[in-house]
């Protein structure tokens, strides 16, 4: 299984509306709808901010949300805040109890 | 709270073994798949292994297949992956995290480091 593909960087101002994309295959993204984001703080764990493409667990903000299109999914950050500064990492089920991640895409709120 | 800490992590030599522990409180253990992911040092996540509730199914990426091993025990919460042969490129910090549903690790244990060097 090959990383599924993000920008390893994105920044936008406060305020602003940032998007990342995560590319995958027919194989993962582009066959199953559990596509999840998780976002990483410098040494902390992973939490999830969005799963089943687009759904919210309780405590995430509103202006998290999720896409998909074919074999590429994308997570919108709206109203950007100092605190959204971090690692954000897709991931896809790939079938077979098997999950693939992307690279990561470090967001800068300038 | 839901828990998972990890434990076990340490420096050893290449051809070496380690095992890692993960101990779960909070919620019904025996309920819950259970995955390990690794994080290289500046680099990104990568899924290394499942384990079902049960322990009947279980899973491994390409790159550790016939080199770890997953087991649990629901009677102790205790998630275990013992890594044998190891190798350099399997230094990183090794999370386990609960498989909530098939799209949703939550929550992630606070990682535990293996440096496999010489």
């Known amino acids: 299984q090959s990383a599924l593909t993000q920008p390893r960087s994105v920044s936008g101002s406060p305020g602003q509306s940032v998007t990342i994309s995560c590319t995958g295959t027919?194989?993962?993204?582009?066959?199953?709808?559990?596509v999840s984001w998780y976002l990483q703080h410098p040494g902390k764990a992973p939490q999830v901010m969005i799963y089943?493409?687009?759904k919210r667990p309780s405590g995430v903000p509103d202006r998290f949300s999720g896409s998909k299109s074919g074999n590429t999914a994308s997570l919108t950050i709206s109203g950007l805040q100092a605190e959204d500064e971090a690692d954000y990492y897709c991931?896809?089920?790939?079938?077979?109890?098997?999950?693939?991640f992307g690279g990561g895409t470090r967001l800068t709120v300038l | 709270e839901v828990q998972l800490v990890e434990s076990g992590g340490g420096l050893v030599q290449p051809g070496g073994s380690l095992r890692l522990s993960c101990a779960a409180s909070?919620?019904?253990?025996?309920?819950?798949?259970m995955n390990w992911v690794r994080q290289a040092p500046g680099k990104g996540l990568e899924w290394v292994s499942y384990?079902?509730?049960?322990?009947?199914?279980?899973y491994f990426t390409d790159s550790v297949k016939g080199r770890f091993t997953i087991s649990r025990d629901n009677a102790k919460n205790a998630l275990s992956l013992q890594m044998n042969s190891l190798r350099d490129e399997d230094t990183a910090v090794y999370y386990c995290?609960?498989?909530?549903?098939?799209?949703?690790?939550?929550?992630w244990g606070q990682g535990t480091l293996v440096t496999v060097s010489s």
């Open positions: 384990i079902s509730g049960s322990g009947s199914t279980i």
């Open positions: 991931c896809s089920y790939a079938g077979s109890s098997s999950w693939v």
């Open positions: 909070g919620f019904t253990f025996s309920s819950y798949s």
């Open positions: 089943d493409v687009t």
């Open positions: 027919s194989s993962d993204v582009g066959v199953f709808n559990y």
């Open positions: 995290a609960r498989v909530l549903t098939t799209s949703r690790f939550d929550p």
